[in-house]
Each structure stands twice: as structure tokens, then as C-alpha cells.
């Protein structure tokens, strides 16, 4: 069993900048593969990003590449999402999500997850 606790949302200003971070309960965090998904009003969820076990694969979606930035430590049970230049339509419930890594996990896939959080909102003002 893993429990998720996300922190660090909040209102910011079109190119500003926040930093999530989601604590895990349990003492196999590192067999996990972490990922982060988010939901707007009206709209599904979607996915963000996501980092493997060892934090040595990381992937995002094109909408955020190059302004997120994933990040793990194992030793603090602890995920990262820095959020830079930060849009209005980034504005949603963000979730943090494990699931046991394997070779053959679907990153991409809210599917693939076993555990969420409760989720901290982000608005972003224009």
C-alpha cells in the first residue's frame, strides 16, 4: 500500500513558476515508477510526466517539454514537478500517481497506476 500527499500548488502569474512535490508512505518508493496527470474542468485527465524507478527515463507530454521538469529522490520517498513559464490553460487539479515499474509500463496510461493523490490545484492567472 503507498499513500500520495501532493504540496506546492497554488495561484500564480502567466510565466510563473511552481514546484510540486508529492510524499510517498511505504518503504518500496523506489520500486515505483512516478507519475504526475492533471485535470481541468470539463476536460479528462490527462498526462503531464512521468519518471521511472531510478529516475534515469523521464518522459512528458509535448505541451509541457522543455518548461517541466520531473525529478525524483528515493531517499525522501519524494516527486518533484517543476512548473516554468507557466500558461493559463496549465491551469488544473494536478494528481501525482505510482505504479510498480516493470519493462513494459505505459507511462502515458492513468491505466497503469495503482495509487493517486488527492490532488493540489494550480491556477494559473492571465
Known amino acids: 500500500q503507498v499513500q500520495l500527499v501532493e504540496s506546492g500548488g497554488g495561484l500564480v502569474q502567466t510565466g510563473g513558476s511552481l514546484r510540486l512535490s508529492c510524499a510517498a508512505s511505504?518503504?518500496?518508493?523506489?520500486?515505483?515508477?512516478m507519475g504526475w496527470f492533471r485535470q481541468a474542468p470539463g476536460k479528462e485527465r490527462e498526462f503531464v510526466a512521468a519518471i521511472s524507478w531510478s529516475g534515469a527515463f523521464t518522459v512528458y507530454a509535448d505541451s509541457v517539454k522543455g518548461r517541466f521538469t520531473i525529478s525524483r529522490d528515493n531517499a525522501k520517498n519524494t516527486q518533484y514537478l517543476q512548473m516554468n513559464s507557466l500558461k493559463p490553460e496549465n491551469t488544473a487539479v494536478y494528481y501525482c500517481?505510482?505504479?510498480?515499474?516493470?519493462?513494459?509500463?505505459?507511462?502515458?496510461?492513468?491505466?497503469?497506476?495503482?495509487?493517486w493523490g488527492q490532488g493540489t490545484q494550480v491556477t494559473v492567472s492571465s
Open positions: 511505504g518503504r518500496t518508493f523506489s520500486s515505483y515508477a
Open positions: 500517481a505510482a505504479g510498480i515499474d516493470h519493462s513494459k509500463f505505459r507511462y502515458h496510461s492513468y491505466l497503469d497506476y495503482d495509487y
